[in-house]
Nanobody, 128 residues
């Protein structure tokens, strides 16, 4: 059974950077698309970024485009989210999730309902 451990969260000032990691165990990630989601207090969980299994294409929510970069290292069974120029509104618990499949669209990849395996989350706090 696929399981994840997210790491890399923390407290950072506006304009700072963090790199989140999503390390998988129990199965190879080769056949899975991986999504990154976040949930702020009192808000619904939202899609932030995703990366396909087939061609490694990355997709982003408009709010993070140009600031966040998703990547994967299948040899390490790990997916990363590099977050630069962080803003206060990026604060939340960040989760990675997996869905088995190829060629999924951006719309599907940024939807929580597309995924069936989730990590426990890591807190990101952007504050001055």
């Amino acid at each position: 059974q696929l399981q994840f451990v997210e790491s890399g969260g923390g407290l950072v000032q506006p304009g700072g950077s963090l790199r989140l990691s999503c390390a998988a165990s129990g199965s190879t990630l080769d056949y899975y698309a991986i999504g990154w989601f976040r949930q702020a207090p009192g808000k619904e969980r939202e899609g932030v970024s995703a990366i396909r299994s087939s061609d490694g294409s990355g997709f982003y929510a408009d709010s993070v485009k140009g600031r966040f970069t998703v990547s994967r290292d299948n040899a390490k069974n790990t997916v990363y989210l590099q977050m630069n120029n962080l803003k206060i509104e990026d604060t939340g618990v960040y989760y990675c999730a997996a869905v088995r499949g190829f060629g999924l669209t951006r719309g599907k990849l940024l939807m929580t309902t597309s995924y069936d395996a989730w990590g426990q989350g890591t807190q990101v706090t952007v504050s001055s």
